[in-house]
């Protein structure tokens, strides 16, 4: 019976969280890149702060390049996975329901994390480093804004361009994750979901009911990613 390779040894007890040893790359990556910078950190560092050998960070990421990619794309899975759960909405969601809770959702993404790798979008290197997997997420999450977006100003005759800021206000709260815990920053996703429907020409008169349905189905999301799948009989 073939025995199972064991990897090489750590340098020292776990210091990151995570379940893998990936998941430690990615937080200690997390935390140089927004404090130290992209390019001045190297993959040595990264592997220093996990606790590992560098060659062995080399079995779970080729280049650094990939594992910026990494980190980005989890700025934008999350909310990709949710917009399914906003489609399959019963009642079906309006447009502008939709990119209420859309947002409310993104934002809270961005503000939650451990590191602002959301502020990483700000890094002159994005331009040149290898990321196309990232750019294609991001783009197709701001397609599905913009799509909205056009659905509510055809309604409300608000100028098209109007149409792309609803986009931009999400990600300008990278710009506020250093606001301190609290409820005024739980609140802020939807202050901006707000926002968000108000730029396309939308009253508040409806704002409290905005509210209302996208809590709901942010709760019934949530509930459906943290439900485990029975057994066998």
Known sequence: MPLTRAGRPRLHDQRRPGLTARDEILDAAGE?????????????????????????????????DDILCALLEQTVA???????????AEPALTAAEHL????????????????????????????????QPFWSERERLRLHYLDLSLAVVNRTGIPMPAADLPFRLVESLVNMWSMPAGPQRAELPFHVADACVRVLGLSDDAAADRRERSHHEIDRHSRGACRVPPGPA
């Open 78 to 88: 999350p909310t990709l996975g949710f917009v399914p759960s906003l489609l399959s």
């Open 32 to 64: 140089l890149f927004t404090t130290t910078g992209y390019a001045g950190t190297s993959t040595r560092t990264i592997a220093e702060a996990v606790g590992m050998r560098q060659a062995s960070l080399y079995h779970h990421f080729k280049t650094k």
């Open 100 to 131: 209420h809770a859309l947002a409310a959702f993104d934002g809270a993404q961005l503000m939650s994390g451990r590191w602002n790798l959301g502020a990483l979008y700000l890094l002159p290197e994005l331009r040149d480093a290898k990321l």
